[in-house]
């Protein structure tokens, strides 16, 4: 049981380049998120999936674009990717609240960085 | 969901209770106070959660006032390992219907000392 992995771990990127974070789950759960955290501060959520075939914004959704076409994995997309997107990438699963427990399951995360 | 408040750093003697406080005065009837923590790069984990009465598991003890305004996160005895942030995180439940995602603040950063 592998649980939350990403792909890559590390990745260097020009500006105006694009390219896709993969996140998968092996634990079955419906919701899926994508969070991104720049230094000294907490994550920000970017889009998250309550379900296969659907997506909702976040916080800061500007820039990025995402896929949930098979249950376990959630695609997070750079199109044109910016200086600004510079950080640190971390995608989480959790199955439906029950009795107040909402506990997401985060992956190691990805470090990009735009130059 | 309502806003917390945390001191930016806490630190605390190894093998000693580490307490780590957490305001949240706006917080409402149907609100939950969750806690996580992340220790250097890595994911966030989940540590325990709350809605009125106190709580404890493996891990950690949450004591929530009576008038819910603020918490307490205990660390029983806290080891050099407990070091990372702690961040509390107030998160109305949603039921069976969906959820969207955690706010994080700044949290919390506990450094256990030898």
């Known amino acids: 049981n592998a649980g939350v992995t990403q792909t890559p771990k590390f990745r260097v990127l020009k500006t105006g380049q694009s390219m896709t974070l993969l996140c998968a789950q092996d634990?079955?759960?419906?919701?899926m998120y994508w969070y991104r955290q720049d230094p000294g501060m907490g994550l920000r959520l970017i889009h998250y999936?309550?379900?296969?075939?659907?997506?909702a914004k976040g916080e800061v959704p500007d820039g990025y674009n995402v896929s949930r076409l098979k249950k376990q994995n959630f695609l997070l997309g750079l199109e044109s990717a910016a200086p600004s997107q510079t950080s640190v990438y971390f995608c989480?699963?959790?199955?439906?609240?029950?009795?107040?427990?909402?506990?997401?399951?985060f992956g190691p995360g990805t470090r990009l960085t735009v130059l | 969901d309502a806003k917390t408040t945390q001191p930016p750093s806490m630190d605390c003697a190894e093998g000693r209770a580490a307490n780590l406080p957490c305001n949240h005065s706006?917080?409402?009837?149907?609100?939950?106070v969750y806690w996580y923590r992340q220790i250097h790069s890595q994911g966030p984990q989940y540590i325990i959660h709350?809605?009125?009465n106190n709580e404890t598991n493996e891990m950690a003890s949450l004591i929530i006032t009576e008038d819910r305004k603020s918490s307490t996160l205990i660390l029983p005895h806290a080891t050099l390992r407990d070091t990372a942030v702690y961040y509390c995180?107030?998160?109305?439940?949603f039921g069976g219907g969906g959820a969207d995602g955690l706010t994080f603040g700044k949290g919390t950063h506990l450094i256990i000392q030898p």
């Open positions: 995180i107030v998160r109305r439940f």
């Open positions: 709350g809605l009125k």
């Open positions: 706006t917080i409402s009837g149907n609100e939950y």
């Open positions: 634990m079955n759960h419906e919701y």
């Open positions: 989480a699963s959790s199955p439906p609240s029950s009795g107040g427990m909402d506990e997401q399951f």
């Open positions: 999936s309550v379900g296969e075939g659907t997506t």
